[in-house]
């Protein structure tokens, strides 16, 4: 299992910004896909973004354009910058690693930042 600990959530009001991290306690460079999910209260916990192992983004369509997701693997580091923030994205925030190594399937995830935007 990989560790995943994730900073840089708080209280924000609308139009704000904030950047959220995820640190990782090793390598993820070989790791395929690391996300971004988040879970509102009573509802299901949903992707916000991925990006691959070569760096290629993914965005569900409620964040495009205000949201940038960024992978750094020399220091096992996956970033969220959030822009133009929202009422609508008050979630807590998840980082998850996926993909294959050495012949086992990750799926980890960590614990859990909280995101509250004040409108």
């Known amino acids: 299992q990989v560790h995943l600990v994730e900073s840089g959530g708080g209280l924000v009001q609308a139009g704000g910004s904030l950047r959220l991290s995820c640190a990782a306690s090793g390598s993820i460079a070989s790791f395929n896909r690391m996300g971004w999910y988040r879970q509102a209260p009573g509802r299901q916990r949903g992707l916000v973004a991925s990006?691959?192992?070569?760096?290629?983004?993914n965005y569900a369509d409620s964040v495009k354009g205000r949201f940038t997701i960024s992978r750094d693997n020399a220091k096992n580091m996956v970033y969220l910058q959030m822009n133009s923030l929202k009422s609508e994205d008050t979630a807590v925030y998840y980082c998850?690693?996926?993909?294959?190594?050495?012949?086992?399937?990750?799926?980890?995830w960590g614990q859990g930042t909280q995101v509250t935007v004040s409108s």
């Open positions: 990006v691959s192992i070569g760096g290629s983004p």
């Open positions: 998850n690693l996926q993909g294959w190594y050495e012949g086992r399937w990750y799926n980890d």
